[in-house]
């Protein structure tokens, strides 16, 4: 139920470089195998060697889950895709494990890996914690979608910028408007979250 055909989901490469997160999705899957579209920077693959190892993201409605896996090979001819062993084991998280403080924050977001000024749309956070936020957007966003997320405080403070990931998606009602709720998890604790929560 876990693996389906577009689903979203974020690659971490551990492979002693620093800790990199990849947006990505499920093409196919098989007894032993899943296979993912390759991770991309700014349009060109990155090159992830067989026998790396892979910590596999994944959100869905009741939690997130994460696994680690191995890269079996990459698969060119059209799509490139990386093969890798199907999890013996996944871990299931529950989406909120630290308490937030509620906030009215401007933010602005965009696709993470794509983000240029043009590309950042507005919305407000209206709570925060060290593990992620709740923001109110205009646009529809898909659970699973990796985000680079400006925090805004003012015109003296810096602003804040993290790696999310949606784990859920819903539509709201705003003093009559449209807007979706979106509850995010950070991919690393920032310290400048931490201030920026006990400012």
């Known amino acids: 139920m876990l693996f389906q055909k577009d689903q979203p989901v974020s690659l971490e490469i551990q492979n002693g470089t620093g800790m990199k997160v990849y947006p990505s999705r499920i093409t196919y899957k098989d007894e032993k195998t899943l296979c993912v579209t390759a991770p991309r920077v700014k349009n060109h693959?990155?090159?992830?060697?067989?026998?790396?190892?892979?910590?596999?993201?994944?959100?869905?409605?009741?939690?997130?889950?994460?696994?680690?896996?191995?890269?079996?090979?990459?698969?060119?001819?059209?799509?490139?895709?990386?093969?890798?062993?199907?999890?013996?084991?996944?871990?299931?998280?529950?989406?909120?494990?630290?308490?937030?403080?509620?906030?009215?924050?401007?933010?602005?977001?965009?696709?993470?890996?794509?983000?240029?000024?043009?590309?950042?749309?507005?919305?407000?956070?209206?709570?925060?914690?060290?593990?992620?936020?709740?923001i109110l957007v205009r646009e529809e966003v898909l659970p699973g979608e990796m985000l680079q997320v400006d925090f805004m405080p003012g015109v003296e403070a810096e602003i804040v910028s993290t790696v999310a990931q949606v784990l859920h998606s819903r539509p709201i009602?705003?003093?009559?408007?449209?807007?979706?709720?979106?509850?995010?998890?950070?991919?690393?604790?920032?310290?400048?979250?931490?201030?920026?929560?006990?400012s």
């Open 45 to 134: 693959i990155v090159e992830v060697a067989p026998n790396t190892t892979i910590r596999v993201g994944l959100a869905a409605k009741d939690a997130y889950y994460s696994f680690t896996s191995q890269v079996i090979k990459l698969k060119n001819g059209g799509k490139n895709v990386l093969v890798l062993e199907k999890p013996g084991v996944i871990y299931r998280s529950q989406r909120r494990q630290l308490d937030r403080v509620s906030v009215s924050l401007p933010v602005r977001y965009a696709a993470y890996g794509e983000a240029d000024a043009a590309d950042f749309l507005d919305g407000e956070a209206s709570n925060l914690s060290l593990g992620g936020a709740c």
């Open 173 to 198: 009602d705003v003093g009559g408007e449209s807007r979706y709720a979106l509850g995010c998890r950070f991919t690393s604790v920032d310290e400048a979250v931490r201030k920026l929560i006990e």
